[in-house]
């Protein structure tokens, strides 16, 4: 059983690998020919930027691997002799510690650098090493707390439960649509500031369109992204009175009212689509069959790795292989993701305006840097949105006549469709 472990991971590893390679070898290319929906030079410094970021990706992709064959040919039997595995529900719950803490060493220098190296080469980045080493502890300090509530009940279950991987499932289940309630108003908090939005004529606007399609949300808030990063967002999140729409900072500084109307119309169309519930859905399957399949693993698997079953190297290879899994599944779930947001777009079209949230698109990408070209594989499996050359398709507008609208830029490379 361990040789076949090994020759999947080793499969979904080479896959990944080709897809990384061709996307980059497709951008290299494409960043050369003529520039769609930004300025030329604008196009070069986004392609540039895909490629650092894919080739990081790569780099990533080849640690993990030996990582995990690390794991299985040692690394497991190491932190069983570290810890001194008993069987006790404790001792499960300090060998998942010890399995995630040296996951977070091996990916800090990944994070490290692109926080501060890649992200800053191209005015993304604005973290300081004060304010990253204070979000690195609060993330530490929540990893802890959170882990302990939902790994100790965990192990607790595979010790003494027959069939565990059902009720893993349900467990793991119940405290994800929980994270969905309290994300918003706990947990996020702890890391921004979320200000509600001021009072005026684009609050007014927002909470008349909100009212129109029958959305009762906990507010409108600013979240302060731009002490982050420069990067522009929005998003709706929460379950029940959690519910609350989030506009960055960086958002409002750069896009138009209407502009702003229609993203949050898009926002809207997942709230009137309940595309917030199929995603709970889509991942609650996935998490089912995961835990089907890596539930009932064998117990010569973790003898051929010199160890004995046991809740905490149950648990951990289950981590380990859950990515596995979930690029089986990952098509077909980015497929959808793709279906939802055309629908959401075309929503957001007819409540803001379809120039409106074309103007904003244009802005997104430009201020993001997002290169709008993708090799098929790479979309196929990655993209959980449409690419943005399919988007205008769908919204009726040709590319090519939108990269003429878009040729005379301002200095800041902003425009607009609206006078």
């Known amino acids: 059983m361990l040789e076949i472990i090994m020759v999947l991971y080793t499969l979904y590893t080479l896959i990944r690998i080709y897809i990384s390679v061709m996307q980059i070898g497709y951008i290299d290319i494409e ?196 002490k982050r990063d420069s990067r522009l967002n929005a998003y709706f999140g929460g379950l029940g009175k959690s519910k609350r729409v989030v506009l960055f900072d960086t958002l409002i500084e750069k896009l138009t009212n209407k502009e702003l109307l229609a993203v949050l119309g898009h926002e809207l169309g997942h709230f009137s689509h309940g595309d917030i519930w199929k995603n709970i859905g889509m991942m609650g399957l996935l998490l089912l069959l995961s835990f089907f399949f890596l539930g009932n693993l064998p117990d010569g698997l973790f003898y051929a790795m010199n160890i004995e079953p046991n809740a905490g190297v149950e648990i951990a290879m289950m981590m380990m292989l859950l990515p596995l899994i979930s690029f089986v599944f990952m098509p077909m779930m980015s497929a959808v993701s793709r279906h939802n947001e055309y629908a959401a777009d075309e929503f957001g079209s007819e409540l803001g305006g379809k120039e409106n949230l074309v103007s904003a698109l244009m802005k997104l990408i430009t201020e993001n840097k997002s290169f709008p070209k993708s090799h098929p594989i790479y979309a196929f499996f990655y993209y959980t949105h449409p690419p943005v050359l399919e988007r205008l398709k769908e919204l009726g507008y040709d590319a090519n006549a939108v990269s003429e609208m878009v040729k005379p830029l301002d200095k800041d490379g902003i425009f607009s469709f609206i006078n």
């Open 31 to 226: 960043k050369n020919g003529e520039a769609v929906l930004m300025s030329q030079e604008k196009f070069q410094i986004a392609g540039e930027y895909a490629m650092k970021k894919e080739r990081l990706s790569l780099l990533s992709t080849l640690v993990d691997y030996g990582v995990f064959i690390w794991w299985i040919l040692g690394g497991f039997a190491w932190l069983t002799s570290m810890v001194g595995v008993t069987g006790s529900v404790l001792d499960a719950v300090l060998f998942i510690f010890g399995f995630m803490a040296v996951g977070f060493l091996i990916s800090l220098p990944f994070e490290i650098y692109q926080t501060f190296v890649l992200d800053k080469e191209y005015g993304f980045s604005k973290t300081t090493p004060k304010l990253y080493l204070v979000d690195q502890l609060k993330g530490m300090v929540m990893s802890v707390v959170i882990g302990a509530v939902v790994l100790y009940p965990l192990a607790w279950i595979v010790i003494n439960v027959a069939n565990w991987w059902v009720w893993g499932f349900a467990l793991l289940f119940s405290l994800a649509v929980l994270m969905n309630v309290i994300y918003p108003t706990i947990i996020a908090p702890i890391f921004n500031k979320f200000t509600p939005l001021e009072e005026g004529e684009l609050r007014t606007d927002i909470e008349s369109m909100m009212e129109a399609v029958g959305l009762k949300s906990d507010g409108v808030f600013v979240l302060d992204a731009s």
